[in-house]
């Protein structure tokens, strides 16, 4: 059983900073251990769409950011661990959602996942809520 579990979240005041993590583990349906190629973070407010923030693609280290969230937001990965973090800075009320954590096994070279059913496997979400 796959498993992505978040952490970090809290409250904050507008401004401020967190840091996300999020770990995978486990083995897929077939039994293999789960090596995602990719994780990404989606966030989702309350009465809205699940949007994309950032994901990273283990392979040359690659990153992608939602236009919302370029120069505040840095998504990074440990391969040792399957472990990605989310290090967000000066944050906005209008970011209070929650944060959820997303995996993929594949990546075919020249395309960019972003959308969230572009990825199988998901966390169960950390809630970060900014205070004006």
């Known amino acids: 059983q796959v498993q992505l579990v978040e952490s970090g979240g809290e409250s904050v005041q507008a401004g401020g900073s967190l840091r996300l993590s999020c770990a995978a583990s486990?083995?897929?349906?077939?039994?293999?251990?789960?090596?995602?190629?990719?994780m990404a973070w989606f966030r989702q407010a309350p009465g809205k769409e699940r949007e994309f923030v950032a994901a990273?693609?283990?392979?040359?280290?690659?990153?992608y950011y939602a236009d919302s969230v370029k120069g505040r937001f840095t998504i990074s990965g440990d391969s040792a661990k399957k472990t990605v973090y989310l290090q967000m800075n000066n944050l906005k009320p209008e970011e209070t959602a929650v944060y959820y954590c997303?995996?993929?096994?594949?990546?075919?070279?020249?395309?960019?996942?972003?959308?969230?059913?572009?990825?199988?496997?998901w966390g169960q979400g950390t809630q970060v809520t900014v205070s004006s």
């Open positions: 997303a995996a993929r096994e594949s990546w075919v070279s020249g395309v960019v996942y972003l959308k969230h059913n572009d990825y199988g496997y």
């Open positions: 486990g083995r897929t349906s077939s039994g293999r251990t789960f090596s995602p190629v990719a």
């Open positions: 990273f693609r283990w392979s040359f280290q690659s990153t």
